[in-house]
């Protein structure tokens, strides 16, 4: 059963990793394009003004005068700003989610918190014994002893 736990995680957190990824791709892609367009946007905002005041051309061709075109400016780069921040922030909270989807989950038995300690606590598989004793009401301890070690197994499989 705690196997099956571990794999569910697993999956969540490689949904979560891919997820992170996909949004920061698109992120990415979306802020290129708003620094392109409000580059775009100053560059005409800055041709207006040199036209206008310097060039002496009317408001006319513009269709705004010089002052909508600077308020509208300061307003997209400010919508520009916002969007940015949003990106920034969903970012954060994805990658919360799976720093909280990556932490240890505890294990239960019985009803009971388990606590696990393998002796030796070096050893990689092999056979162990599984003793559960009792700490107290909510506590479990899921002792795990070694009795024939991975080296052992090999050496009598290679002799059969």
Not at 62 to 69: I, K, R, S
Not at 140 to 160: C, G, M
């Given at each position: 059963?705690g196997n099956?736990?571990?794999e569910?995680d697993?999956y969540?957190i ?9 949004l920061?791709?698109k992120y ?8 392109i367009l409000s580059?775009i946007y100053?560059v005409?905002v800055?041709f207006?003004?040199?036209?206008v005041?310097f060039?002496?051309?009317?408001y006319?061709w513009?269709?705004?005068?010089m ?7 300061i307003?997209l780069?400010c919508f520009?700003i916002?969007l ?5 922030f969903?970012?954060?909270i ?6 909280e989807?990556?932490k240890?989950?505890?294990?239960f038995?019985r009803?009971?918190k388990l606590?696990v300690?393998?002796?030796p ?10 003793t559960?004793?009792p ?9 795990r002893?070694?009795?024939?070690s991975?080296?052992e ?7 059969d």
């Amino acid at each position: 059963m705690g196997n099956v736990m571990v794999e569910e995680d697993k999956y969540h957190i490689k949904k979560l990793d891919e997820e992170e990824l996909r949004l920061k791709s698109k992120y990415v892609r979306w802020s290129k394009l708003i620094l392109i367009l409000s580059l775009i946007y100053v560059v005409w905002v800055f041709f207006v003004v040199i036209s206008v005041y310097f060039l002496g051309m009317g408001y006319n061709w513009a269709f705004m005068t010089m002052d909508n075109w600077i308020l509208s400016s300061i307003v997209l780069t400010c919508f520009f700003i916002i969007l940015e921040i949003v990106f920034l922030f969903h970012i954060q909270i994805v990658k919360r989610e799976r720093r909280e989807k990556e932490k240890p989950q505890p294990m239960f038995y019985r009803g009971r918190k388990l606590h696990v300690y393998t002796y030796p606590e070096t050893a990689k598989g092999g056979v162990f014994s599984r003793t559960y004793i009792p700490i107290d009401d909510d506590n479990v301890l899921r002792l795990r002893t070694l009795i024939v070690s991975a080296k052992e197994i090999w050496k009598r499989k290679r002799i059969d």
